[in-house]
């Protein structure tokens, strides 16, 4: 199917990519900009700013209460941006749906942003933030039993090495990950993937930006050869938690997340992989407006509270 008609006429309405380098300042500053205030945010029974203390250092949380109970299961959540974008702010309204479709309590990271924090300094937050949730386990009522992880893009990133860097440390606890439009593999090859070139000009994000959009990770020390940074390297994915990988149709980055998918179900992992159709990258993020799109929210919601407590 052709892509969705509303994000085609947003597509048609982008300016050229700016010449010369990006600038992170002014781009995180345009980002903000876009933020709606919060009187026009999605409700959540409660929502409150605090800081974990990590091993990594303090890290800024946003956490999200979708009601009242005596205990719940807990969604870590890593916002994309290629690894210098996006915030606590930018990604707001997806951790207040996240929280409202699954009834999990939602814990959004403020993980450090390349190029001021090198490698590994924003994996360390994220992996640091789901230990704290075990430690203050009392404090956030956690069930002791759901706890999940999810990210989008290179959020989608840092969840699949999380889970792996967890696995590899006996840190058992992570019961379910979820990855939207994940990028799995940076070394950004267009040979090894068909859909980096059916969907390399004309959907958002471009097979040609990729490098330089991901430049300030990489050239900060990490090295797309790493697991750690290319998930979809790992040679060994048996014993990871069930999954679910949602794609998109008009995504360069649309086969990596679905061979990503098969390599866990070929391990073993229970995997469930969704694409979707007249969809492009970064949907869940940009276009959750549209109730066909919505719904990736939605499937989120039923993943987690379906797996709730086996």
Known sequence: ??????????????????????????????????VPPLEDRTPVHRVEDTVAATPAGDVPVRIYTPEEA?????????????????????????????????????????????????????????YGVLQWVTEQWAELNWNGKDLAVAGDSSGGTFAAAVTA?????????????????????LDFDSDRYASMRENA?????????????????????????DPLVSPIKRKDLA??????????EFDPLRDEGELYAERLRSAGVETVLSRYDGANHGFVANFSWIPEFYAALEEAGRFLRGRESK
């Not at 590899?168 to 593999?185: C, N």
């Not at 014993?239 to 998109?248: D, M, N, R, Y």
């Open 239 to 248: 014993g990871l938690p069930p999954a679910l990988v949602i794609t998109a």
């Open 201 to 225: 000009v004309g959907y958002g994000l471009e097979t040609a930006g990729l490098k330089p959009f991901n430049a300030f990770y990489l050239d900060s020390g990490a090295d797309p050869a």
């Open 165 to 185: 860097m967890a696995k590899d440390d006996g840190f058992d606890a992570v019961s379910h990950q979820i990855l939207f439009y994940p990028s799995l593999d």
């Open 70 to 126: 005596g205990s719940y299961g807990v969604l870590v959540y890593f916002h994309g941006g290629a690894f210098f974008l996006g915030s606590l702010d930018t990604h707001d309204h997806v951790a207040r749906a996240l929280a409202n479709e699954s009834g999990f309590k939602v814990i959004s990271v403020g993980y450090r942003l390349a190029p001021e924090a090198a490698f590994p300094a924003g994996l360390q937050d994220c």
């Open 1 to 34: 199917m052709p892509i969705h008609p509303e994000i085609a006429k947003i597509l048609a309405t982008l300016p050229a990519p700016p010449e010369g380098p990006l600038n992170p300042v002014a781009m995180r500053a345009g980002e903000q900009a876009q």
